[in-house]
């Protein structure tokens, strides 16, 4: 089985940062595409940002310039650092991860169990 675990989240005033963590356990394989997806209440999930096992990052436009998606291979561990937070920011954030299990299997797509992301005015 596979776990994504994430952490990081909390209350944050207009202006402050955080940094999310997600990371990924179990029995894997091989780790392809990371990202992260946030939902706000009465909204539609969202992608916020994803990172390739190539090292290509996509970025919501709400997002560009002010959050930045890394990873540690090493750790199978996603990162989402996230500056100049507005109060529009506010949301559950998830991550997920497209992964295989055994040379065997086919691609696969995790979620976390998603981490609140309150920002205050």
């Known amino acids: 089985q596979v776990q994504l675990v994430e952490s990081g989240g909390g209350l944050v005033q207009a202006g402050g940062s955080l940094r999310l963590s997600c990371a990924a356990s179990?029995?894997?394989?091989?780790?392809?595409?990371m990202g992260w997806y946030r939902q706000a209440p009465g909204k539609q999930r969202e992608l916020v940002a994803t990172?390739?096992?190539?090292?290509?990052?996509t970025y919501a436009d709400s997002v560009k310039g002010r959050f930045t998606i890394s990873r540690d291979n090493a750790k199978n561990t996603v990162y989402l650092q996230m500056n100049s937070l507005k109060p529009e920011d506010t949301a559950v954030y998830y991550c997920?991860?497209?992964?295989?299990?055994?040379?065997?299997?086919?691609?696969?797509?995790?979620w976390g169990q998603g981490t609140q992301v309150t920002v205050s005015s």
């Open positions: 997920n991860t497209e992964l295989t299990r055994s040379m065997w299997n086919g691609r696969e797509l995790y």
């Open positions: 179990g029995t894997i394989f091989g780790i392809y595409t």
């Open positions: 990172l390739t096992d190539g090292d290509t990052t």
